[in-house]
């Protein structure tokens, strides 16, 4: 091609910052669920591609499917449609590379904080010197070795709640699926647990799901927030209303005019409720 002085010259292409190739932590493609016996689906047609150290909240009214989209990334449901796939391979059911973390900590009440967080490694039949280096670790990176041969009825809910991520870590997940984690904890300790999984996420580089009822909490998590909207309760299958990234880089200021209008907007989404669905319906 011939320039001249009027012909801007052609730009060169950049480089991409995500080399085109890598794989990401999570695909979600399509995915949808009906349950058998109801007569339109809970979720529909959820697509997104995450990667590798992402968090994305996931947000929306109750019964829009938050936790049945996690349920299947989990491997705890079959998708009715579409499919799942982690680190690029499908999800047919549960799995040591997927931790879930819910509300109620799911702790053996028998065994003490350090045999929770050995559970893992001990049924992955890794060798003993490495379930011990693993479960010490593990402990000391949620700040609980002090408490390892306490009992879980022993413990706070926010600690229980580092048992239940601590028990997480230890198997080395690709990703933590976590439903509602600090919805049981008071305002102080879930603050607190919010700035400690930020810390544990970024440390580890391990990619994460958190399901919310909180606005706030999933513009101070995320790096992107999936809103979701519908719900059976509505007569629409629920489904993605819109995929909100989060540009507040790491230090989240929560009193930010920033922040507070990205929690104004999704907010908005949340609350454009489902009028629109209900007029369709
Ligand atoms: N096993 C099941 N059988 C039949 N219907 C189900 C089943 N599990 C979930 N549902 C329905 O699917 C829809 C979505 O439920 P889901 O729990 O995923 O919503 P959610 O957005 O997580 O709600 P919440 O915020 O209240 O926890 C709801 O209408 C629920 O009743």
Not at 55 to 76: D, Y
Not at 144 to 169: K, N, T, W
Request: a negative charge; proline letters at 7%.
């Amino acid at each position: 091609m011939t320039t001249d002085a009027t012909t801007p010259p052609t730009p060169t292409p950049l480089t991409p910052t995500v080399p085109a190739r890598a794989t990401p932590a999570v695909v979600l493609n399509g995915l949808g669920k009906q349950f058998p016996g109801t007569s339109i689906p809970a979720v529909e047609d959820v697509s997104l591609v995450i990667a590798p150290g992402e968090t994305i909240c996931i947000v929306g009214a109750s019964g829009c499917g938050k936790s049945t989209v996690l349920r299947m990334l989990a491997g705890f449901e079959q998708p009715s449609w579409g499919h799942a796939r982690v680190a690029g391979v499908d999800v047919r059911r549960p799995g040591p590379d997927r931790g879930v973390v819910f509300q109620d900590y799911g702790l053996f009440p028998w065994l003490s904080v350090a045999e929770n967080v050995a559970y893992g490694p001990r049924q992955a039949r890794l060798p003993r010197a490495e379930v011990r280096e693993r479960t010490a670790r593990v402990l000391a990176s949620v700040g609980l070795e002090r408490v390892s041969d306490s009992f879980p009825h022993q413990l706070s809910g926010g600690m229980q709640q580092r048992v239940a991520i601590a028990r997480v870590l230890a198997n080395e997940p690709a990703v933590m699926l976590m439903d509602e984690p600090f919805g049981a904890l008071d305002a102080l300790t879930r603050t607190e647990m919010q700035h400690e999984l930020q810390r544990i996420q970024r440390e580890a580089g391990i990619t994460v799901l958190f399901v919310t009822h909180s606005i706030e909490e999933a513009v101070y998590l995320g790096d992107r927030v999936l809103v979701m909207a519908g719900g059976t309760a509505h007569g629409t299958p629920g489904h993605v209303r819109e995929v909100v990234d989060i540009d507040l880089g790491p230090v989240r200021d929560t009193s930010s005019a920033a922040f507070n209008a990205l929690e104004r907007r999704i907010d908005a989404l949340v609350h454009r409720g489902n009028a629109r669905e209900d007029r369709a319906a």
